[in-house]
Each structure stands twice: as structure tokens, then as C-alpha cells.
């Protein structure tokens, strides 16, 4: 053997380390980016459950919102008869409703004191009051509500001038960009309008039952003729108030057909033949549509015939969601653009803005939970036939569901709620440990304070109309009647002497007057502490 040959074997044997420890590192990244990789996935799970628990909560408040519409055209159809039951209350809810009044009976109702500091607009605005408007709002200043009153006024003016369907035409070197919801998120209108190149069209000025007129970029645009005259009532009948609800509340789906949105409480759902056959029998190639929020702005489904569009980023939580529009010309495939308003969490880590995220989600499901105390316990003792205080998993997500109707991932979602022991039992009860509603008085049933916690929304808005004075302050048979009524409608099933004696004891002067803004301030719901604020803490 010679020198060569034994430094030929050296070189060999020092690039044969060389590779092993390549091998070792290449192993290292891979099992490190693997690691990661899970690590995202597993953030990006909880997100989305995250997401879940708000839509399924939020869409289950839709359902309160139909409710109380539904309540008050109760109390429309039945005008008559609840006249003569209760003819006080009637006028409190409908009295000025009835009277004609105009804008500025209704202006002359609000005084703006010298202490307001914020924006004080002229009507008909001018490019200095929006501008006003816009620096107030990026400053946090709250408008005045006689100045919110008189916005509204000249938005329905405006709105009244232009079409229920707006026609328009484009071509390859023009664009029309689409917005989804904005929800009031103004830093999105503002990255919207910095991006897009499309003009604001100015209100339509009506010239006899049709008109047409185009705007700078070629747009047609068509409006049809608004009857303005006649009632309510005989403008709007209860199939065209019907056809609103399902074009408001109708969500695609996966599966063929067409069947109740019970999610929303209205409208429905459509599947994809459903999509076709429409497409096909009005010669259209596709559907673009707002109304639910996505996790990254936007959505296609139905073999690409339907996309979802929704603009406002962070709608539920900072980092929520992102918000997405559409640029589309003629002759092209949609094009897509995603973006996120972010501050206070933008240069947080990931786990960080999850956690945030998942954290409100659940402490507004316990919320949702304690609503329905007594009805989930229940549920839970109907199972439990051993009166031994826990369930099996599958017994307790069949109750959760059941109850609560949220269509949730129970399972996945237990160890946030409930406690465990080691054999995979849930002690039910625990759920409720940590979380009570305030009692203002505790010898009322518990079910009565949930129902008023449950509908405080609803209630507080009926209360608002019958106070017609703004004095805070509505009558004791006043609140007795709004109540039976409410009851009623709702097929809420409480005795009214559990009412009558909460509403005795509310009336802490013995005035006989209720101060409901106070009374439902009473109502509150109290977390003892706050588990989900340790990182610890995990969905998946």
C-alpha cells in the first residue's frame, strides 16, 4: 500500500462522515419540519372550531332576531284583538308608528348638547362632512344619535331611488370589483377602495317607471319604478316578505336539494342541482354571493358555479378570519384578493392569536350554556339513569346538541366545558362550575332568570318602544302586559305569579315603575375564572 492509496482511503473515509452527518441533518430538518408542519395544523384546527362556535352561535341568534320579527307581526295580524286586551300597551308599542310624523318630528325628539365633541354634519352632505365623518371614525368618536337619525333619513331617500336589480356590462380592459359584508369595518372599505379601480355610482334620479341611464366606466344601469304610496301592509304582502327571507337567509350546501336552513332559522338550503337547474334556466354561469363569513375570504363550491365573497376581515376576533373581494372582467376567471386588518395582534405569534380567539369562543359558548342551565341538567338527568352524576361522552354531546342546537364538535370540544375522569366519564354538572348568571333575586325559579337572560335582546327592544317618553321608566301592568304577551308568542312556559313576584321585588322604590335598563343589567353572566387564558390549553 502506498501514500496514495492511503490517502485515498482517508478521503474516503472522511467524506463517508461527511455524508452521515449530512444524512443526520437532512433527517433533523425533516423531523423538525414535520413537527412544524403538525404544530400549524393543529393551531389551524383550533381556529377553525373557533370559527365554528361563532357562526353556529351567531346564526343561532339570527334565529332570535326572525323570532322577535315574527312577534311583532304577531302583534300586527292580531292588532284588533290585543286592542281590546290590552289597549295600553298597543298604543305604547304602535302609537307612533300609526301617527304620521315626518323627519323632523322625529329630529325634534333629540337634543345634541354643547358637550358633544364629535363630528356635527350638514344635510345634504358635502365632501367636507364625510371627510369629517371619516377622520371622527378613525379617531373612535362615537356619532350623536340625532346626527345617526338623520343619516338614516337620507339613506333611505337615497335608497329609494335606486333599483331592487342594478344590470351591469363589462369587458377584457374594464373590471367590476365585488365586496362581500362589511359589518361597519372601515380600515376594509378604505383597503378596498385603495386597491380598486371602480368608481362609486351616485344615486339614480327616477324618470317615470323606468330608467336608464350609464356611468363612466359603460356601466347599464336599469331602475324600475318604486311605488311610494299605499301602506306598509299592501306593498309588502307575505309571499314578497317571504321571497326576502329566503334571498337573505338561503346558504349552499353539499347535499342535492332543497330543505329548511335551520341553522338561520330561514330560508333554506340549496344543493348543487338546485344551483344548475336556476343557472340553466336563466342562462347564467354563475352565483356570487355574501352573508357568510369564510375563513380566508372567499369559497367555491358547487362544481365553481358558486363562490362565496365576504370583505370584513377579523368579523368575529382579531384574526378570526380573513376578508377576501372579487375582481372579474369579461371573457376571465374571477380573480381573488385576501387581506387582514390587524393591530393590536399583528405581530403576535400564531399560538398567541389563537388562543385569543379560541378562548372568546368558548367563554361565549359557556355563556350560551348557562342560558339553558336548567334545560341541559335536564337533558343530562334523563341519561343518567344511575343518578350518578355522569355521562358517557356520546350521551353528553347527544344532550349538548340536542338542547343547545349548535351543531358543534362536542367531543372535541369537552375538555374546554366539562370535566373527565379516567375512564372517559363527564361529570355534566361540571360545566356550569365556573360560570353563573348574577341573581338578582334568589328565590325566583332559575329558569326565569335564564329565560330573561336568554331574551334580554329581545326584550329590551320592546321595552324601548314602549317607553315612547325616554324616561327609562315603563309602568308595573306595563311590564306585566309586554310580558304576557312576549310569553305567548314565544311559548314560554313559566307561571306568571314567578314574574309577578321578580317584577315586585325589581321595584326596589315601590313606585310602581321598572327600571329595565337596570333590571337587565341584573342579568349578567359571571365567569369565576378564566381557564382558557392558559397557553396550555388545547383544542386538538
Not at 200 to 225: H, S, W, Y
Not at 316 to 331: L, Q, V
Not at 489 to 511: T, W
Amino acid at each position: 500500500m502506498n501514500i496514495q492509496d492511503l490517502e485515498d482511503m482517508g478521503c474516503g473515509t472522511s467524506s463517508a462522515t461527511k455524508d452521515k452527518k449530512s444524512e443526520k441533518a437532512l433527517k433533523a430538518a425533516l423531523v423538525i419540519q414535520n413537527w412544524y408542519r403538525g404544530y400549524r395544523a393543529r393551531l389551524k384546527t383550533r381556529q377553525r372550531y373557533a370559527l365554528t362556535i361563532f357562526q353556529s352561535i351567531e346564526y343561532a341568534d339570527e334565529q332570535g332576531q326572525l323570532q322577535l320579527s315574527n312577534f311583532f307581526s304577531f302583534m300586527l295580524e292580531n292588532y284588533t284583538r290585543v286592542q281590546e286586551k290590552e289597549p295600553g300597551l298597543v298604543t305604547r308599542l304602535f302609537g307612533s308608528s300609526i301617527q304620521d310624523k315626518d323627519r323632523q318630528d322625529y329630529l325634534g325628539l333629540i337634543e345634541v348638547p354643547d358637550s358633544y365633541c364629535g363630528p356635527r354634519l350638514q344635510f345634504p352632505l358635502t365632501f367636507t362632512d364625510i371627510d369629517l365623518l371619516i377622520e371622527a371614525f378613525k379617531q373612535q368618536q362615537i356619532l350623536h344619535a340625532y346626527y345617526v337619525l338623520e343619516v338614516l333619513f337620507e339613506t333611505k331617500k337615497v335608497l329609494q331611488q335606486m333599483p331592487n336589480f342594478t344590470h351591469t356590462s363589462t369587458s377584457p380592459s374594464k373590471e367590476i370589483t365585488i365586496c362581500g359584508d362589511l359589518h361597519g369595518k372601515l380600515d376594509d372599505l378604505f383597503l378596498i377602495f385603495y386597491k380598486m379601480r371602480s368608481v362609486l355610482m351616485p344615486p339614480i334620479p327616477m324618470d317615470g317607471d323606468r330608467a336608464e341611464k350609464k356611468n363612466k366606466l359603460g356601466t347599464t344601469i336599469v331602475a324600475q319604478g318604486i311605488r311610494t304610496s299605499g301602506s306598509f301592509s299592501e306593498q309588502l304582502t307575505k309571499q314578497e316578505w317571504e321571497q326576502v327571507v329566503d334571498i337573505l337567509w338561503s346558504d349552499p350546501r353539499g347535499k342535492r336539494g332543497c330543505y329548511p336552513n335551520t341553522n338561520r332559522g330561514g330560508g333554506c338550503y340549496f344543493g348543487p342541482d338546485i344551483t344548475a337547474k336556476i343557472l340553466n334556466k336563466y342562462q347564467l354561469k354563475m352565483l356570487v354571493r355574501s352573508h357568510e363569513c369564510k375563513p380566508e375570504g372567499y369559497e367555491i363550491c358547487h362544481d365553481g358555479k358558486v363562490i362565496t365573497v365576504f370583505s370584513a376581515s377579523n368579523y368575529y376576533e382579531e384574526g378570526s378570519n380573513r376578508g377576501a373581494y372579487i375582481r372579474m372582467s369579461s371573457g376571465t376567471t374571477p380573480r381573488f384578493f385576501q387581506y387582514q386588518i390587524t393591530r393590536a395582534t399583528c405581530f403576535r405569534p400564531l399560538y398567541q392569536r389563537v388562543n385569543a380567539i379560541e378562548s372568546s369562543a368558548i367563554r361565549m359558548l359557556k355563556e350560551r350554556m348557562i342560558s339553558r342551565k336548567t334545560d341541559l341538567t335536564r337533558a343530562f338527568q334523563l341519561q343518567d339513569r344511575n343518578k350518578s352524576g355522569k355521562l358517557s361522552m356520546g350521551q353528553w354531546a347527544f344532550s349538548m346538541e340536542n338542547v343547545l342546537g349548535l351543531n358543534l364538535p362536542w367531543r372535541s370540544l369537552s375538555s374546554h366545558l366539562v370535566t373527565t375522569d379516567k375512564d372517559g366519564n363527564i361529570d355534566y354538572m361540571s360545566g356550569f362550575q365556573d360560570v353563573h348568571i348574577q341573581k338578582p333575586v334568589k328565590e325566583v325559579q332559575s329558569t326565569l332568570i335564564e329565560t330573561v337572560y336568554r331574551y334580554r335582546s329581545d326584550l329590551q327592544i320592546i321595552f324601548n318602544i314602549i317607553d315612547s317618553d325616554h324616561s327609562g321608566l315603563i309602568s308595573m301592568e306595563e311590564f306585566r302586559s309586554m310580558w304576557k304577551l312576549f310569553k305567548s308568542h314565544y311559548s314560554v312556559h313559566i307561571d306568571d305569579s314567578q314574574f309577578d313576584e321578580l317584577a315586585e321585588r325589581m321595584d326596589l322604590n315601590k313606585d310602581g315603575s321598572i327600571d329595565f335598563n337596570e333590571f337587565l343589567k341584573a342579568f349578567y353572566v359571571v365567569h369565576k375564572f378564566d381557564k382558557l387564558n392558559k397557553s396550555d390549553n388545547k383544542l386538538a
